[in-house]
C-alpha cells in the first residue's frame, strides 16, 4: 500500500497558518512614504507661498514724522471722539490734507504694527502701500517654522469712493500675490485679524459715513453714535492695561487726599483742594505699586519686563492724566462711572507746569514714540511765541525732554525705572536742572538772542538740555 506525505492542517485542525510579512511590511512603507511625499509637498507650498508673499527686509522705510507744523493743523482732531458722543447736531466733519493724512497713517503703522507706510491721493481714489513684520506668534506652527529669520510682507493697492460713501478695494497685492479684488476686503480684514487690530479696523468702518476723496485731501463724515466712539476708545486698551489702569486710579484717590471723591459729572465743582500735592512722593507712591504687581507676576524674564512695561505704561497714564486737569474716561470710557479723585494741584519744583510737561511727554513717549513727543513739545512751545503765548522757553523744552527720557525707559528698562522711580523722595531726582535756560521769549526776542530754529545758538542750547537731562538721577 502506497505511503502518502501528510496534509498539512488548516485552521479547522487547530493550527493557525502563519501570515506573510512582506505584504504588511510594504503597506507600511508606502504610507510612510505617501506622508513623506505630502509633508514635503505641504513645505514646498509654504515655500512657495512664503516666497510669494514675505520678503527678508522691509520694502521701504520712512524716517518723516509729524512736525510741530503739522500737529499744529491737527490739533482740532483731538475732540473729534468727544463731539461723536454728543447725539444732537449734524455729522462730524473731519477734513485731512494729502501730507497730513499720509504721515497720520506712517504713524499709525509705526505704533500699532511697528512697520512703514505710504498713502497717496488722487481724485476719487487712493492709492496705499505698507511694510510689516511678520507677527510670528500669530501665525500657525508650520507657517511660522517654514519663514526665514527676518520676515517681512508687503502689502499695497488701491482704493475708490464708491455710491455707498466707503471706499472699495480696486485692487490689493500681498508680496509678489495679487489678490482679485473680489477677495480683497476678506483678505485685508484677515492680515488686520493677525496682527490684532480687526477689532478697531471694523470699528473705523462703521463710523465713517462718507469718505471724500482729493487729490488734495480727504473729507471724513463720521456719523454720532456714543457707544461706537467707546467701542474705538475700548478697542485701542487692551484688557490687562484696562486692569492696571482701575488700580493705579485707585492709589490715586488715596492720595488725593483732602476732599472726598466726587462723582464725575460734579467733578468742577468737586470740593475745594485742601492744598498741593507734590510729584515725588505722588510718583514714588504710584510706582512702589508699579513694583509690587511686577514682582507678584508669575512667569519668566521675558514675561516680566513686558509685565513691568504695561504696569509703567499704566501709571504713567494715570498720573499724566490727573496732574494735567483731565479725568481717565478720557481714554477708558468705563471710568466716568468710577469715584473721582480730589481735584488738586500737583507742583514739581514748586511749578504746576513742571509734572504736567515731563509726565504727557513721558506718556506720548511710551505710547507712541519719541519724534511725536519731541514734535509736540516744540509745537507748544511755538504756539507760545505768539503774543497770544507766554513765549518760548527752552527750560520747559528740557522737562519735555526729560519726560521722553522717562517713557523710553519704561518700556526699555522697566524694572529697574520701577526701582529707581520707587525711591524719589525730591523733585530734583525727576526734574532736569534748568538754571540759566532762555525763557519766556516772544517772536522778536527769540530772533533777537536764538536767530531761527536749528541755528547754531540753538543746537548749541539743544545740547545743554541733552546733558542735563542725562544728568537726572532717576533716568540715568
Given at each position: 500500500m502506497a505511503r502518502h506525505a501528510p496534509l498539512a492542517k488548516g485552521p479547522r485542525d487547530g493550527f493557525s497558518a502563519p501570515q506573510p510579512r512582506a505584504p504588511r511590511r510594504r503597506r507600511i512603507r508606502s504610507w510612510l512614504g505617501g506622508l513623506a511625499a505630502a509633508l514635503c509637498a505641504l513645505l514646498l507650498a509654504l515655500g512657495a507661498?512664503?516666497?510669494?508673499?514675505?520678503?527678508?527686509?522691509?520694502?521701504?522705510?520712512?524716517?518723516?514724522?509729524?512736525?510741530?507744523?503739522?500737529?499744529?493743523?491737527?490739533?482740532?482732531?483731538a475732540g473729534v471722539i468727544d463731539e461723536m458722543?454728543?447725539?444732537?447736531?449734524?455729522?462730524?466733519?473731519?477734513?485731512?490734507?494729502?501730507?497730513?493724512?499720509d504721515l497720520v497713517v506712517q504713524e499709525a503703522s509705526?505704533?500699532?504694527?511697528?512697520?512703514?507706510?505710504?498713502l497717496g491721493l488722487r481724485p476719487a481714489a487712493a492709492d496705499f502701500a505698507l511694510t510689516l513684520p511678520v507677527p510670528r506668534s500669530r501665525l500657525p506652527w508650520p507657517v511660522s517654522v517654514a519663514l526665514p529669520q527676518s520676515a517681512w510682507i508687503h502689502l499695497s493697492g488701491s482704493a475708490r469712493e464708491s455710491v455707498d460713501g466707503l471706499p472699495e478695494l480696486s485692487a490689493l497685492r500681498i508680496g509678489r500675490l495679487p489678490v482679485p479684488p473680489a477677495f480683497a476686503r476678506w483678505a485685508?480684514?484677515?492680515?488686520?485679524?493677525?496682527y490684532g487690530h480687526a477689532e478697531s479696523l471694523a470699528i473705523g468702518m462703521a463710523m465713517v459715513q462718507r469718505?471724500?476723496?482729493r487729490e488734495a485731501g480727504v473729507t471724513a463724515t463720521l456719523r454720532r453714535d456714543a457707544a461706537l466712539a467707546d467701542s474705538l476708545r475700548r478697542a485701542w486698551v487692551s484688557d490687562a492695561l484696562r486692569r492696571?489702569?482701575?488700580?493705579?486710579?485707585?492709589?490715586?484717590l488715596r492720595l488725593a487726599q483732602g476732599a472726598q471723591p466726587v462723582p464725575a459729572h460734579s467733578l468742577s465743582a468737586g470740593g475745594t483742594p485742601t492744598g498741593p500735592l507734590h510729584l515725588a512722593p505722588l510718583v514714588a507712591s504710584v510706582f512702589q505699586l508699579a513694583a509690587q504687581r511686577t514682582a507678584e507676576f508669575s512667569g519668566d524674564e521675558t514675561a516680566r519686563l513686558t509685565e513691568a512695561a504695561l504696569q509703567n505704561r499704566a501709571a504713567l497714564l494715570?498720573?499724566?492724566?490727573?496732574?494735567?486737569?483731565?479725568?481717565?474716561?478720557?481714554?477708558?470710557?468705563?471710568?466716568?462711572?468710577?469715584?473721582?479723585p480730589a481735584v488738586r494741584p500737583v507742583l514739581g519744583a514748586g511749578r504746576e507746569d513742571r509734572p504736567q510737561h515731563l509726565l504727557l511727554a513721558a506718556v506720548l513717549t511710551a505710547e507712541a514714540n519719541g519724534r511725536l513727543a519731541d514734535a509736540l513739545g516744540i509745537l507748544k512751545e511755538v504756539s507760545d511765541r505768539s503774543s497770544a503765548g507766554s513765549g518760548f522757553s527752552f527750560d520747559d523744552l528740557a522737562v519735555d525732554r526729560a519726560g521722553r527720557r522717562l517713557g523710553e525707559l519704561a518700556l526699555r528698562d522697566p524694572i529697574a525705572l520701577q526701582r529707581r522711580l520707587a525711591a524719589v523722595t525730591v523733585d530734583a531726582e525727576l526734574l532736569p536742572d534748568t538754571v540759566g535756560l532762555p525763557s519766556f521769549l516772544d517772536e522778536a526776542a527769540f530772533r533777537e538772542a536764538i536767530g531761527e530754529e536749528g541755528s547754531p545758538r540753538y543746537q548749541a542750547l539743544m545740547r545743554d538740555i541733552e546733558a542735563r537731562v542725562a544728568a537726572v538721577p532717576a533716568l540715568r
Open positions: 507661498l512664503g516666497w510669494a508673499v514675505v520678503d527678508t527686509a522691509p520694502a521701504f522705510t520712512r524716517t518723516d514724522s509729524l512736525t510741530p507744523r503739522d500737529l499744529w493743523r491737527l490739533r482740532s482732531l458722543r454728543q447725539p444732537d447736531g449734524p455729522p462730524v466733519s473731519v477734513d485731512l490734507r494729502a501730507r497730513e493724512l509705526a505704533r500699532l504694527l511697528k512697520g512703514s507706510a505710504r485685508l480684514l484677515r492680515v488686520a485679524d493677525r469718505l471724500a476723496i492696571a489702569l482701575r488700580v493705579f486710579h485707585e492709589r490715586l494715570v498720573l499724566a492724566l490727573y496732574v494735567n486737569g483731565h479725568p481717565l474716561s478720557r481714554v477708558l470710557s468705563e471710568a466716568r462711572t468710577w469715584p473721582q
